[in-house]
């Protein structure tokens, strides 16, 4: 069971919204442009959760592991990062239940917050786009600050703009990275199954909860 929380802060890029259709699209433009075999959304479910750079280097190598020439590299990430600005939310989808759960949250008078690693450019878009935008108090994005999830200054940051204590703050995720930034920071964490963790179960990293939908979490909190 969870305490109840002051404060419920929320991942966007595998717990609101499955953004890989995009992601995937324009890698995939990306190589095509480059000359190198493309991979598909399959494999690029595999490769988001850690940034864009990382996205793309490791879409260049085909792997989730190893590093691609540097020149190629910064070849490619200025034509995926255009490829991105005009994809942002052309293909990506709100996950089931997300919007039921929102509403439910709201209706509980819960301060919500959407923290993410994702540029604020590319979180702004696609959140405006997709009709989430309004649900949220604050958004932190990947460069808000300095620094970024695992770190815990972004779910902090956020505590102490919603007038909320850590210890009784709810981070809702999908990745290790999620639940390492709430640890550090004292929050109570909750997992989805069915984010973007590298093909690995989100319950190895031990949350508070993990759970298949976020439907799951009405009358628990």
């Known amino acids: 069971m969870l305490n109840k929380p002051q404060m419920i802060l929320l991942d966007l890029d595998g717990t609101l919204v499955d953004s890989v259709p995009d992601l995937a699209f324009c890698v995939d433009a990306m190589m095509d442009q480059l000359g190198l075999p493309t991979h598909g959304e399959e494999k690029a479910r595999d490769w988001v959760g850690n940034g864009m750079e990382r996205f793309v280097r490791r879409a260049l190598v085909g792997s989730i592991k190893g590093e691609p020439n540097e020149a190629l590299f910064q070849r490619a990430y200025p034509l995926f990062m255009q490829l991105y600005a005009e994809n942002t939310s052309q293909r990506s989808v709100v996950y089931p239940g997300v919007i039921d759960a929102l509403d439910y949250m709201q209706c509980m008078e819960y301060p919500l917050g ?17 009709g989430l935008r309004d649900y949220f108090g604050i958004v932190v994005s990947g460069d808000t600050l300095p620094t970024k999830k695992p770190d815990p200054q972004p779910l902090l940051h956020a505590a102490r703009k919603l007038n909320a204590t850590p210890l009784q703050s709810l981070m809702i995720g999908d990745s290790i990275n999620d639940v390492r930034a709430a640890r550090s920071a004292g929050f109570q964490v909750v997992c989805v199954s069915y984010g973007y963790n590298h093909g690995q179960d989100i319950s190895e990293a031990m949350p508070d909860m993990v759970v298949d939908s976020l439907m799951d979490l009405m009358g628990i909190i």
Do not use: R
Not at 114 to 130: G, I, Q
């Open 114 to 130: 959407c923290v993410t690693n994702k540029a604020s450019s590319f979180t702004e878009t696609l959140l405006k786009d997709l």
